[in-house]
């Protein structure tokens, strides 16, 4: 799978629109692209994925950019509720059945 | 639905000693995965099970081992504790395991202190 760069870390002001990006330069053509979140001492979940269009769910909107070497999650409206670490992973369709998870970017959304 | 449900929520145990951990997946899935996380490496892959059969194994020692029942709920097994054991334990289950366009869903995960 292809590797991940994210920022360590970023504040994000309540009821703003959170933008966190994620580099991936070395993808490759059947690589999508997934984000998933976790807040403190639970279990990851699950936000969106994409392989080169943009998607939005009730959640985020994700936005690959057209060479797919970056994308972004955006959380429109950040709650305190968003604070979490968010993980940006690319999967390859060959199958491993696994997430490939890295360091994540940990967001802190404050009041 | 339920979600994953994953017992017990906390254990402790003394080094040496064996421990079982216990993931049932969200009904009418049949792939189940497990992940070690800890604070020095982060979310690790363990292993994956689909209906009965390991399907892929991560890079930990034989100490660790899993298992699958029929009805998909998984086990997994850590003999002789290490104190760098203690970690948070995780399940996902998915329908028919993480191809590239499905999704995992964990559970919150069983937390082991090894003393």
């Known amino acids: 799978d292809a590797k991940t760069t994210q920022p360590t870390s970023m504040d994000c002001a309540e009821g703003r629109a959170a933008n966190l990006p994620c580099n991936h330069s070395?993808?490759?053509?059947?690589?999508?692209v997934y984000w998933y979140r976790q807040i403190h001492s639970q279990g990851p979940q699950y936000i969106i994925h994409?392989?080169?269009n943009n998607e939005t769910n009730e959640m985020a909107s994700l936005i690959i950019t057209e060479d797919r070497k970056s994308s972004t999650l955006i959380l429109p409206h950040a709650t305190l509720r968003d604070t979490a670490v968010y993980y940006c992973?690319?999967?390859?369709?060959?199958?491993?059945?696994?997430?490939?998870f890295g360091a994540g970017t940990t967001v802190t959304v404050r009041a | 639905k339920a979600g994953v449900t994953q017992t017990p929520r906390y254990l402790i145990k003394t080094r040496g000693q064996q421990v079982t951990l216990s993931c049932s997946p969200i009904?009418?899935?049949?792939?189940v995965s497990w992940y070690q996380q800890t604070p020095g490496q982060g979310l690790q892959f363990l292993f994956e099970?689909?209906?009965?059969?390991?399907?892929n194994k991560g890079n930990f020692p034989g100490r660790f081992s899993g298992r699958q029942f029929s009805n998909s709920r998984s086990e997994m097994n850590v003999s002789t504790l290490e104190l760098g054991d203690s970690a948070l334990y995780l399940c996902?289950?998915?329908?028919?395991?993480?191809?590239?366009?499905?999704?995992?869903?964990f559970g919150q995960g069983t937390r082991l202190t090894v003393v």
């Open positions: 992973i690319v999967r390859v369709t060959a199958n491993d059945y696994k997430l490939s």
């Open positions: 070395t993808i490759s053509g059947n690589e999508y």
């Open positions: 994409g392989l080169k």
């Open positions: 996902a289950s998915s329908f028919l395991g993480l191809g590239a366009n499905t999704e995992a869903f």
């Open positions: 009904s009418g899935h049949r792939s």
């Open positions: 099970y689909f209906s009965e059969t390991q399907r």
